[in-house]
């Protein structure tokens, strides 16, 4: 007979994990496979995020951050390091370090809470049956659950007729995290989240770096006051980022690999040592049975769910990246939490206006809520304020002045609408953003609230003031 779950998910992703351990911790019995396998072979759980996204990246941009400081920024503290060794293989194994203690941590938490975790494939079998191979083939199982869910997350676009995937000198994202040896010359193709933080990453290792960015605005989802900043920042810094440039080809060679490319109707062509390309990222549902379980698929690809992350196959539902949407780790994690409380009969739900977003180069860009363009496209009338960190003492301690933090509020209401910043650690300040739209804080909210001094949370509180022109330690806008 087969074994018999309240759930069974299928990927042990961000938005797979958390499910399993909420629904253990709701008296479910859970299981929880998942096909990770890392290059050196070991299995993981923890998904794209722990093993090669958000974790991996972060270690990577933390040790490249300290590196760039340590050449360009302790001399003006008074520090002198003469000159400053790179070691690559330790910077890398360190990285993999950091992503193994945390998928660890996820083997661990499964067996404190009960879950079962295991390793190998997942497949819709229908009739409420999953079919279980393990990751070298030889054992397969049927199981069967209640609820079943689809976490299998999302796999890089690979522009497999312009630039495709080599492995070697044309590299995804995860490929770009393992570079062995820092390129010379580093092209990305495409200036969103991942190919600006991963080409922050070699850039302030050392790499001259060509980010090509086939469309006219850079961070179009973003403010645009904050976008233009985060650019004026990045270009100071050596990051060659080209908007409008349309690559057509790379083609490889023995040395390098060339792009050609379109940029305002000229053709043009950069040879590189290696090649990110960082296009975004589609559902992944190979082997998955899709078809025979009867669940149905959008036209690009994700699992089509209701609002209640339901499929079209009665008791299988799907969150996370597989569901489309914002791809982020935190917005799967929160699909699927509640997913299980509705399950167990909670009043849960996701809120889609407030969910972070940030990328965590230096400065770091963060933003939630509307931006100025989209609260002025909704119908809003708006009221802004800014405070530029050039005018916050503690930034001024750190040397690190930076960036700006926006307010949009709406004039009518005074609820704060959206906060968007471009500063030092703005991915920290930005809870503070997430719990003002959460709680429907209006701006006076924020005015009143006292914050610690000298702290860089002074400048989101100056922002609030200055949306009603009380700004303390910056100039106001004048009155419009
Ligand atoms: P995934 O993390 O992709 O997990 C899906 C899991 O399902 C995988 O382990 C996969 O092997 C498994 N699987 C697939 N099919 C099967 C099957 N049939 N059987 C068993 N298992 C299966 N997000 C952030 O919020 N913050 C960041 O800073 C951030 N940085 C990133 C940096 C990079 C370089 C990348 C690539 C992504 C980053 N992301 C970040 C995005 C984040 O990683 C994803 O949004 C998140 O991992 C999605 O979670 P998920 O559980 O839906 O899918």
């Given at each position: 007979?087969s074994e018999?779950y309240?759930?069974i998910v299928i990927g042990g992703g961000?938005?797979g994990y958390?499910?399993a351990?909420?629904?253990?911790?709701?008296?479910?019995?859970?299981l929880c496979i998942d096909g990770w396998v890392n290059?050196?072979g070991t299995p993981s759980f923890g998904g794209t995020?722990?093993n090669?996204?958000?974790?991996?990246?972060?270690?990577?941009?933390?040790?490249?951050?300290?590196?760039?400081?340590?050449?360009?920024?302790?001399?003006?503290?008074?520090?002198?390091?003469?000159?400053?060794?790179?070691?690559?293989?330790?910077?890398?194994?360190?990285?993999?370090?950091?992503?193994?203690?945390?998928?660890?941590?996820?083997?661990?938490?499964?067996?404190?809470?009960?879950?079962t975790g295991i390793h190998g494939y997942g497949r819709l079998l229908g009739?409420?049956q999953v079919g279980y191979r393990s990751l070298d083939g030889k054992e397969e199982k049927t199981f069967?659950a209640?609820?079943i869910l689809i976490a299998t997350g999302s796999e890089?676009?690979?522009?497999?007729?312009?630039?495709?995937?080599?492995?070697?000198?044309?590299?995804?994202?995860?490929?770009?995290?393992?570079?062995?040896?820092?390129?010379?010359?580093?092209?990305?193709?495409?200036?969103?989240?991942?190919?600006?933080?991963?080409?922050?990453?070699?850039?302030?290792?050392?790499?001259?770096?060509?980010?090509?960015?086939?469309?006219?605005?850079?961070?179009?989802?973003?403010?645009?006051?904050?976008?233009?900043?985060?650019?004026?920042?990045?270009?100071?810094?050596?990051?060659?980022?080209?908007?409008?440039?349309?690559?057509?080809?790379?083609?490889?060679?023995?040395?390098?690999?060339?792009?050609?490319?379109?940029?305002?109707?000229?053709?043009?062509?950069?040879?590189?040592?290696?090649?990110?390309?960082?296009?975004?990222?589609?559902p992944y549902t190979k082997d998955l049975g899709i078809?025979a379980a009867?669940v149905?698929?959008?036209?690009?690809?994700?699992?089509?769910?209701?609002?209640?992350?339901?499929?079209?196959?009665?008791?299988v539902?799907?969150?996370?990246?597989v569901?489309?949407?914002?791809?982020?780790?935190?917005?799967?994690?929160?699909?699927?939490?509640?997913?299980?409380?509705?399950?167990?009969?909670?009043?849960?739900?996701?809120?889609?206006?407030?969910?972070?977003?940030?990328?965590?180069?230096?400065?770091?860009?963060?933003?939630?809520?509307?931006?100025?363009?989209?609260?002025?496209?909704?119908?809003?009338?708006?009221?802004?304020?800014?405070?530029?960190?050039?005018?916050?003492?503690?930034?001024?301690?750190?040397?690190?002045?930076?960036?700006?933090?926006?307010?949009?509020?709406?004039?009518?209401?005074?609820?704060?609408?959206?906060?968007?910043?471009?500063?030092?650690?703005?991915?920290?300040?930005?809870?503070?953003?997430?719990?003002?739209?959460?709680?429907?804080?209006?701006?006076?909210?924020?005015?009143?609230?006292?914050?610690?001094?000298?702290?860089?949370?002074?400048?989101?509180?100056?922002?609030?003031?200055?949306?009603?022109?009380?700004?303390?330690?910056?100039?106001?806008?004048?009155?419009?």
């Open positions: 007979m018999a309240d759930l961000p938005a958390p499910a351990i909420r629904a253990a911790q709701l008296g479910m019995k859970a290059r050196d995020c722990l090669a996204g958000c974790i991996p990246s972060k270690a990577l941009l933390e040790s490249s951050e300290l590196y760039h400081r340590a050449n360009h920024e302790f001399a003006v503290h008074g520090i002198g390091v003469g000159k400053v060794q790179l070691d690559l293989a330790k910077m890398q194994e360190r990285k993999m370090a950091v992503s193994k203690a945390n998928s660890g941590g996820v083997k661990l938490l499964f067996q404190a809470n009960k879950v009739n409420g069967t209640k609820h890089p676009v690979n522009l497999s007729k312009i630039a495709p995937f080599d492995g070697d000198r044309v590299v995804d994202s995860w490929g770009a995290l393992d570079f062995t040896e820092v390129p010379q010359r580093l092209g990305v193709i495409g200036a969103g989240v991942i190919g600006v933080e991963l080409g922050s990453v070699w850039s302030r290792l050392g790499s001259k770096t060509v980010i090509l960015e086939a469309l006219p605005t850079f961070l179009p989802m973003a403010d645009q006051q904050i976008a233009k900043e985060g650019l004026r920042q990045f270009q100071k810094q050596g990051l060659d980022i080209r908007l409008g440039a349309k690559v057509l080809s790379a083609k490889v060679g023995k040395k390098e690999v060339t792009v050609e490319y379109e940029q305002g109707g000229e053709k043009k062509s950069e040879a590189f040592d290696k090649l990110i390309v960082a296009v975004g990222r589609r078809e009867g149905v698929l959008d036209e690009r690809g994700f699992v089509k769910v209701d609002a209640h992350y339901r499929t079209s196959a009665p008791g539902y799907a969150v996370g990246d569901i489309g949407g914002f791809m982020l780790a935190h917005k799967g994690i929160e699909e699927g939490v509640v997913l299980i409380e509705q399950l167990a009969g909670q009043k849960s739900e996701v809120n889609y206006n407030a969910i972070p977003s940030v990328i965590y180069t230096a400065p770091e860009i963060a933003w939630v809520g509307l931006t100025e363009e989209a609260a002025k496209a909704a119908g809003h009338e708006v009221k802004i304020g800014t405070s530029p960190f050039a005018a916050n003492g503690r930034a001024r301690a750190m040397e690190a002045i930076a960036g700006l933090v926006k307010f949009v509020s709406d004039a009518k209401t005074d609820r704060v609408l959206g906060v968007h910043m471009v500063g030092p650690y703005v991915s920290e300040m930005l809870a503070e953003a997430v719990l003002a739209l959460e709680f429907g804080a209006t701006t006076e909210d924020i005015q009143l609230t006292m914050h610690g001094h000298p702290t860089l949370s002074e400048a989101f509180h100056e922002a609030s003031l200055a949306v009603d022109g009380h700004a303390i330690h910056s100039a106001n806008r004048p009155k419009r």
